[in-house]
């Protein structure tokens, strides 16, 4: 049976009404039905969350699989995720737990802290769906984690209003944010979104902890060259030192346009790298383009086809070769 916590982030309105304020979908709730994200739930003028710690998925990930690459390369990551999203993006690659009702598991936080701490994970990662329609319970969740110095990580869509946004921040050391597009259209007509919370979101995040964003490149819906040019753009303007994860589409949920050429991506590469100092080709295998090379003198500092040991290519977050200062975590826990 699914567990009902209280919610926050709601008001009531007239007739035993509420409206959620979680995030800027801003559902109005009649009585006795659910928000867009199918687990916010209004009982007699009372809004309910059903992701109070009902997890659908657990697994211990490579924490490049987020993905995240500047972060603590070649550890494992605990990862747990809900099965709610307050998209409904029709090229999701996950909708079997973000779309569906699906089983799941009643994990109190200090029962989720105990099971982290004896797969001796030095991370978490709440991924899969999405994290912040979980909020709630990331809430008491999160600073247990930075008592026990475990790393907290959030792979989301950061479609979430500012407030539950700003006060989730303290506790978060680092995001992957799925960037879907630079068009508000596509936001509207394909996510069912808002481009520009999107965007004040990222600039949040970045200013905040740790960030990386991944891009997946549709053909014929985002993959022209002026999207991508004006993606890394925006992405530059906030700090050009943030990962650019261009991954590779696949038909998936509503979408059947045919996977992402291989030459589209590379084609997409080459222009984010004209503004980006680390842009990575992902959902592809092992290739070039998921290592690691110094901006400034272009040594190889992380071979993720072969070894990712970087002891003596980055020490203190500098390449070892011509002292640059590298973006992102590489110290040992």
């Known amino acids: 049976m699914i567990k009902k916590t209280k919610a926050s ?3 009531k309105l007239e007739n035993l009404n509420i409206q959620c304020q979680l995030c800027p979908n801003l559902c109005v709730i009649d009585n006795n039905h659910r928000g867009i994200c199918r687990t916010r739930i209004n009982e007699n003028g009372v809004l309910y969350t059903e992701t109070y710690g009902n997890i659908c998925s657990t697994n211990i990930d490579p924490i490049e699989k987020k993905p995240l690459f500047h972060f603590y ?3 494992k990551i605990y990862s747990i995720g ?4 307050n998209l409904s993006c029709q090229f999701c690659q996950n909708y079997e737990i973000s779309q ?5 598991l009643y994990i109190a936080p200090d029962k989720l802290l105990d099971m982290v701490l004896k797969s001796q994970a030095k991370s978490i990662a709440f991924t899969y769906s999405e994290p912040l329609m979980m909020t709630e319970y990331l809430l008491d969740c999160l600073p247990l984690f930075k008592q026990y110095q475990i790393k907290t990580v959030l792979v989301s869509n950061s479609f979430i209003n500012e407030k539950p946004l700003l006060d989730i921040i303290p506790y978060v050391d680092a995001w992957n944010v799925d960037f879907k597009s630079i068009s508000n259209d596509f936001y509207h007509n394909i996510c069912s979104a808002d481009l520009d919370i999107v965007k004040r979101n990222i600039k949040i995040i970045a200013n905040n902890a740790h960030l990386e964003i991944s891009f997946l490149l549709i053909p014929t819906l985002n993959d022209s060259d002026e ?6 753009s925006f992405i530059k303007s906030i700090n050009p030192n943030i990962p650019l994860h261009i991954n590779r589409y696949h038909p998936a949920y509503k979408m059947q346009i045919p996977a992402t050429p291989i030459k589209t991506l590379v084609n997409a590469y080459d222009i984010a790298k004209t503004q980006l100092k680390y842009v990575y080709i992902g959902n592809i295998g092992k290739s070039d383009y998921n290592q690691t090379y110094c901006p400034n003198c272009n040594t190889l500092l992380i071979d993720r086809n072969n070894s990712v040991d970087y002891s003596k290519s980055i020490s203190n977050n500098i390449c070892s070769n011509c002292n640059h200062p590298i973006y992102g975590h590489f110290c040992k826990f």
């Open 100 to 104: 569906y009702e699906v089983p799941i």
């Open 82 to 85: 809900c099965n709610s999203c």
């Open 73 to 75: 390369p070649n550890t």
């Open 9 to 11: 982030y709601w008001h």
């Open 227 to 232: 999207e991508v040019l004006e993606i890394a």
